[in-house]
């Protein structure tokens, strides 16, 4: 065979049989996902060597059948019909052969070598199965190999069974149809000709018991246990990523901190009167990128305990047990899984959320799912929920968290049924008809391999797009700047500090080291450095370090900075605090003016004919603006915007509590506001790979905003007009919402039926 | 024989599949999954909300809707008597 092309091998077998781990075992690390032109199906493929020659190895999408119904179907037809593979490595599930040998006698139609994989021999062996390989391979007339590829140890099996089957010529089909066979026909030869097969190679133990995974099944979807054990599966999860995950990252904070702070020494330095426009970029992009590298441990803890939940099987049986629920309002059980990664309870995320929902057969209910999952509750909406709660409902903490995060599932679920019955009506339905794996142990590299896997993804995909937008954000909000007269306006008071410093050193044993604005400039800068040194230092020793550090940098400075004997050098330190405090002043003023006169701050302000029914102002306009990169944007923004000017150590809470003057009804407003608020950048960029069109996209993104405002104008005005309270506001509009669940959820009681008696 | 849907069987009774009323994508999925006539059926539950219902068949454990199930018929008892 030419060497100089790689060699093609294509990965064939249906869901849940190992596929995607005999991908992972022969690949490695080294994955590309694509997608197949014009559908959603993910191409994946990967190289690796065999022997001296390159292979590329493409995983085709987990199917039953080679039919046309589904876009997988015709994917993977169409492959290996078109792109002639070498080999076609066809893996089956050797504990339950029979549905995976179906698709081998398809596989064995395209005059291309055939190399069957039995997986999980582990698993057949527990349950009593013995195999005749070699009357299997005589049958089919194929290479056989019995194995598990969950073990690393097989790779090099794997490898040389691969080579030998190269070799070899395409196989002889097992059936022969005559042209224009009835489809149905064709099945039943097919699937009778693998019984025969199987009867005559498969010995299975009669001694073999009843299977551990009824024994466990009897319990987990036991009639009156089953919803209560996935409630707390669910809560699990959610404690052990969003509430553990999050406690770790005050251990990972301080090393992000730490990045930060070593790139930050990077940038062009401070002068005594502005700071230079990279720094201000750098520091701002800085702090974009950590804000989403924060959320890392949460993500990883999250998309293992999820992976444990596919892997297992127990994913398919939450599907099994919530399609009833989720029927109701249009979607599919198999939606669950999407509506857990978006954050039913607390906070999840839409971007893995809609990733995941493309295992929904089902198009409607995968389209519906897909433009429902951003109104759940995103993790990074969480601290603007806080913020405001901890505002203004200090006493009702708890309960408005309940209802802000119960809130946005009904939405959610009504919007799915109010969708699924108009916009989606034509999109193609497929009922629930799903396989139920039994129970399977996780293992922990395959656990670890999907979630960095997805965390991966989520890294390139998402830190990309949101890097992009905070340029974009960073420019709207620097430019056009403050005028000409202004900035001549605090050129002058700067230059009056820094006289008022000179003056006061008057006489002074210092005052020849400080004679330039850059000398004073490098005093200001050594002072702040070493004040920032001190806050992370907790012991005597480590201070006594940092002191005899700082005294080598510069002992001058350093004797201004510490040396409270000094009489000459505390008059000094003095005037510096002055000068500080001065510096920061006006950098917050020019910051407060640049951001009122920017593009953003227009566009707020704009936006206020608007947003004042609901109770915005300009301030908050901005907010929500920038929000839409980042979620977590929003309490930095209006931290920033509420920053007390003569203090920088109020925390965000207090300054809007002192300054904002916001009634708590606005704070309904903004919290309906933000909950039902439409997805953010990233999650708009997974929503264009999913829908496949930018009028849906678009779409996506606009009805949510509608609908957000009109509820926060809504509930304003009525609040407003009939002096409802702020908490009277927010369960009167929990109880409409309610109501509005349960009647949809039961009317039209069977509009799936009712649907297909109207075709 | 008597033939009933599939709703009909009681639960952890064998029974024999008789015909598979469907067409089209749907008729090709349920193959898929192992509903072949003159093949051995048994519902073994049903979901907490009662629908869907769990059943097995020769090549595995499948979810299956009610009303889906409503389109496979079965001819119940006679597997059973031995």
Redesign the interface.
């Known amino acids: 065979m030419a060497s100089n092309r790689p060699l093609k091998i294509a990965l064939l077998g249906q869901p849940n049989c190992g596929k995607s781990t005999l991908f992972n075992t022969l690949s490695g690390a080294k994955q590309h996902i694509a997608n197949y032109p014009g559908v959603t199906v993910d191409k994946k493929s990967a190289y690796f060597r065999l022997g001296d020659q390159e292979v590329e190895l493409i995983d085709l999408p987990g199917i039953?059948?080679l039919?046309t119904?589904?876009p997988e179907e015709r994917v993977s037809l169409a492959y290996l019909r078109e792109e002639k593979p070498d080999l076609i490595l066809n893996i089956i599930d050797a504990s339950?052969p029979?549905?995976g040998l179906?698709l081998t006698t398809q596989a064995m139609e395209f005059k291309i070598p055939v190399l069957l994989v039995l997986n999980m021999a582990d698993v057949a062996k527990g349950r009593g199965y013995r195999y005749d390989l070699e009357a299997l391979e005589a049958q089919l007339g194929i290479g056989v190999i019995l194995c598990n590829a969950r073990q690393k140890s097989e790779k090099k099996r794997i490898l040389d069974a691969i080579q030998e089957a190269l070799k070899s010529d395409a196989p002889t089909p097992i059936l022969q149809f005559s042209e224009g066979e009835e489809?149905?026909n064709i099945?039943?030869a097919r699937?009778e000709a693998c019984?025969k097969i199987l009867e005559s190679v498969l010995i299975k133990d009669p001694r073999a018991k009843g299977s551990l995974s009824?024994r466990i099944?009897k319990i987990v979807?036991h009639?009156?246990l089953?919803?209560p054990i996935l409630l707390a599966v669910i809560y699990a999860i959610y404690d052990l990523s969003i509430v553990r995950g999050y406690e770790l990252t005050n251990y990972t904070w301080p090393y992000l901190a730490w990045l930060k702070q070593e790139f930050v020494s990077l940038l062009p330095p401070e002068h005594l009167g502005a700071i230079p426009i990279w720094r201000d970029f750098g520091v701002w992009m800085a702090n974009s990128v950590l804000a989403l590298l924060n959320y890392l441990p949460i993500f990883m803890i999250l998309f293992s305990l999820i992976a444990i939940l596919e892997d297992s099987g127990y994913m398919?049986r939450m599907?099994?047990?919530?399609?009833?629920?989720f029927?109701s309002y249009g979607l599919h059980?198999q939606s669950t899984l999407s509506y857990v990664m978006g954050g039913v309870v607390v906070g999840g995320c839409a971007v893995p959320a809609i990733m995941a929902s493309r295992g929904i057969?089902d198009v409607r209910a995968r389209w519906a799912t897909i433009l429902t999952v951003p109104f759940l509750n995103c993790l990074a909406k969480t601290p603007f929920f806080v913020l405001v709660v901890s505002v203004l409902f200090v006493e009702e903490k708890a309960l408005v968290m309940f209802v802000i995060s119960t809130l946005t599932v009904m939405v959610a679920l009504i919007m799915a049924k109010i969708l699924s019955l108009t916009l989606l009506r034509s999109k193609?339905t497929?009922?629930?008809?799903?396989?139920?794996?039994?129970y399977h142990l996780p293992t922990l590299r395959g656990v670890l391999t999907a979630a960095w896997q997805k965390v991966w993804l989520y890294l390139k995909k998402v830190v990309t797009v949101v890097l992009a937008v905070a340029v974009v954000l960073f420019v709207l909000i620097q430019f056009p700047g403050v005028s000409k007269e202004r900035q001549e306006e605090f050129d002058r008071s700067i230059q009056g500090a820094y006289e008022r410093f000179v003056d006061a050193l008057e006489g002074n044993s210092y005052q020849a080291a400080l004679n330039t604005p850059q000398r004073v400039m490098a005093l200001i800068e050594f002072s702040e450095n070493y004040k920032q040194k001190r806050m992370g230092i907790t012991t005597q020793e480590a201070l006594a370090r940092l002191d005899e550090k700082y005294a080598q940098i510069e002992p001058l400075f350093f004797k201004i900075v510490r040396d409270r004997s000094d009489k000459e050098a505390a008059k000094v330190e003095r005037a510096l605090r002055q000068i500080i405090s001065a510096r920061k002043t006006l950098f917050r003023e020019v910051k407060d003016e640049k951001i009122a006169n920017s593009y953003l701050g227009i566009a707020g302000r704009a936006l206020e004919s608007v947003t004042q029914y609901a109770g915005f102002d300009w301030k908050i306009n901005i907010a929500f603006l920038s929000s839409f990169a980042a979620r977590e944007s929003f309490v930095a923004t209006l931290g920033a915007l509420f920053e007390e000017v003569s203090d920088g150590g109020v925390r965000p809470e207090e300054g809007i509590r002192t300054q904002g003057g916001y009634s708590a009804l606005a704070g309904v407003a903004m919290i309906l506001f933000m909950a039902l608020t439409p997805p953010c950048i990233a999650t708009i960029v997974v929503l264009k790979t999913q829908l496949g069109s930018w009028r849906w996209t678009l779409f996506a993104l606009l009805y949510p905003l509608l609908l957000a405002l009109a509820v926060a104008i809504g509930v304003y005005s009525i609040g407003n007009a009939l002096e409802l309270s702020a908490m009277g506001a927010l369960l009167g509009f929990y109880g409409i919402l309610l109501a509005l669940l349960l009647a949809l959820g039961f009317f039209p009681r069977?509009f799936?039926?009712t649907l297909k008696e109207n075709k | 024989m008597i033939i009933m849907t599939l709703t009909e069987l009681p639960h952890g009774q064998e029974a024999m599949i008789s015909e598979v009323r469907a067409e089209?994508?749907?008729?090709?999925?349920?193959?898929?999954?192992?509903f072949?006539?003159g093949r051995k059926i048994e519902v073994?539950?049903q979901?907490?909300?009662?629908?869907?219902l769990?059943v097995r068949v020769?090549?595995?454990?499948?979810?299956?809707?009610r009303?889906?199930a409503m389109l496979i018929e079965v001819g119940g008892g006679s597997c059973g008597l031995e």
């Open positions: 039953y059948s039919s119904f589904s339950n029979l549905k179906y489809s149905k099945a039943i699937y019984e009824d099944d979807l009639r009156y089953a919803l398919a599907a099994f047990a919530l399609d009833r629920l029927r059980g057969g193609e497929l009922p629930f008809v799903m396989e139920l794996p039994p069977n799936h039926q | 089209g994508a749907l008729l090709a999925k349920l193959l898929d999954m192992g072949f006539p073994i539950r979901a907490p909300l009662l629908d869907p769990w020769a090549s595995g454990d499948v979810g299956i809707r009303s889906e």
